[in-house]
């Protein structure tokens, strides 16, 4: 079984722009959860979407947001980057909602400058 | 509210020896808890979960992890630490599904391994 794919693995953006990253769960899985990983702040979460309907939501600021598709596959967006939003996100993919283990991908490396 | 505390950022052992990492958590349910591995520029690999089956849980790798409910604790352990071991760890907590899949993470324990 394929893992969890993340699209693109590296980028590179400029203050202001939007991005938007992409995740491929592990196939029959539905639930799609998003973490951002910075060596200060540590492993946070953003958001978690099961069946296209957001499940639950962190606390970051509304220039956060995500989806997900029919086929599971779900998109994060982040507008009006800022230096800030420089880190490694992180999406996991589980079966279904709940406790159960998440399945990570290899994330998306985001610079911004 | 959920919470896991990683007591040390950073651990070294030499090679052959044991391997303890420290988790103490914090849940007002009985908790879900995991530990995840992560090694340089990768995602996070699960070691292994405690879901209240049983109170000594065998994962990958040959690592192992005790639920102590009166210690609220979840130690993480290797009887002899190998090269390849060398990784940051990660050990989370989920509530059990009030809020979904959300899981909330230590700070991390950095491990070398010294030859």
């Known amino acids: 079984k394929a893992g969890v794919t993340q699209t693109p693995r590296y980028l590179i953006k400029t203050r202001g722009q939007q991005v938007t990253l992409s995740c491929s769960p592990i196939s029959g899985h539905r639930s799609v959860s998003w973490y951002q990983q910075t060596p200060g702040q540590g492993l946070q979460f953003l958001f978690e979407?099961?069946?296209?309907?957001?499940?639950n939501k962190g606390n970051f600021p509304g220039r956060f947001s995500g989806r997900q598709f029919s086929n599971s596959r779900s998109e994060m967006n982040v507008s009006t980057l800022e230096l800030g939003d420089s880190a490694l996100y992180l999406c996991a993919s589980s079966p279904r909602t709940g406790p159960y283990e998440a399945f990570f991908g290899q994330g998306t490396r985001l610079t911004v400058v | 509210a959920q919470s896991v505390t990683q007591l040390g950022s950073h651990v070294s052992v030499s090679e052959g020896a044991l391997v303890l990492l420290r988790c103490n958590y914090s849940s007002s349910v009985p908790p879900y808890l995991f530990w995840y591995v992560q090694y340089p520029n990768q995602g996070l690999q699960l070691l292994l979960k405690?879901?209240?089956?049983?109170?000594l849980v065998k994962g990958i790798n040959g690592f192992e992890a005790e639920f102590k409910k009166s210690e609220t604790s979840f130690h993480l352990t290797k009887p002899s630490a190998h090269m390849s071991d060398a990784a940051e760890y990660f050990c989370a907590v989920s509530d059990g599904g009030s809020t979904g899949n959300q899981f909330y993470f230590g700070t991390g324990t950095s491990l070398t391994v010294i030859p």
């Open positions: 405690y879901t209240s089956a049983a109170t």
């Open positions: 979407y099961f069946s296209e309907t957001q499940r």
